[in-house]
């Protein structure tokens, strides 16, 4: 079913070019799972990575702790898809007009709330109450409906799920769906001691990162957001697929979580489930991916991506930031390629690596 020599040729030669650091990367079913590669180190001069090595998942975070702790508070009939931010938070967009008081769970769910993509909360805030305190004031500068993508839409769902669970996000996380599902090795940051690859040499904290957060305005709210600040392995991230292949009841209801990963909004080039990316223009997950697939990426050189008809999924973690954001700027091709080597989009020649057209298509535009 998978290529699996191919594949790992790719991602082989992504870090022997520099282009990534490290990479671990696992593929397989509802019931197995295929280790595919485990190459590169954790930062550059220091230790080679194993399947033990915690990635930062950076947005990853939206689709294994915020959504799947919606959906049980949504199964559990605590909240709906449909209820406003309002409704939980009362002081949310005072005196605006329109009001984010007034925006959906799952508007935020499908980014198509108004809100901007971003703002630097970092700059603005040095707790974290006073950076929640700025996205409840968070003005809506788009059009209900349209599609944009929402770091602080995911913010504000992590904050309602605080507000209804009485419990912080790192907490809330851990006893709905970490521990049910036995994620033992997936957290918030900081991580103290477990081994962990690199992101950034961050010049605004001076410092390189090893198990601090790397998005800003995730360190700001002391790693611990809904859109960002989870530290993860592949083997767990693996765990979560296949739960979802699974349509695992600790997830939530199958209804609910059917509802997740049917189209509820497009463009024409960007299709979105509740939470997850479905395949559209140019996807990530290459050629075979499937209309019916979902997943979702990270910023840090992370993916995710799964084919509920086909019964597969695939765990790409990467360090791609390291040692700075400028760093990994073909990880887009590197996922597409990798994906396309898995399935066999071509005859990969996995004893002479840079001979077969999909690798030499993506070191051209490398170069």
Known sequence: MF???????????????RDIPSTVAIVGTATERHTVAVCGVRRYGGERVTLETCYDLASLSKVVSTLPCIL????????????????????????????????????????????????????????????????????????KGTIVYSDLGFMLL?????????LRQDECAKRYIFEPLDMNETSFGPLANAPVAATEDCGWRNQLLEGIVHDENAFVMDGVAGHAGLFGTANDVATYAQAWLRLDSRLGREEVLLECIKEHVTDGKLRRGLGWLLKGENSFAGKFATAKGYGHTGFTGTSLWLE????????????????????????????????????????????????????????????
Not at 8 to 17: C, P, S
């Open 308 to 367: 509920p008809e086909q019964g597969w999924f695939t765990a790409l973690l990467t360090n791609r930031v390291h040692p700075t954001r400028n760093h990994g700027e073909y990880i887009h091709e590197i996922r597409q390629a990798f994906h396309d080597a898995l399935f066999g989009a071509v005859n990969v020649d996995t004893k002479n690596i840079g001979t077969n057209q999909l690798e030499a298509s993506y070191i051209k535009k490398a170069k």
């Open 158 to 166: 992590g904050i309602i799920l605080e507000r209804v669970t009485k």
């Open 3 to 17: 290529n699996l020599d191919a594949a790992k040729k790719i991602l082989e030669g992504a870090v022997e070019r």
């Open 72 to 143: 049980r508070l949504v199964s559990d009939g605590e909240l709906s898809f449909d209820d406003t931010v309002g409704k939980f938070i009362s002081n949310a967009g005072c005196f605006q007009t329109p009001s984010l008081a007034d925006v959906t769970i799952r508007q935020l769910l499908t980014h198509t709330s108004g809100l901007p993509a971003w703002k630097t909360l970092f700059a603005q805030a040095s707790t974290r109450q006073t950076a929640i305190a700025n996205v409840l004031q968070t003005e809506l500068i788009h059009a």
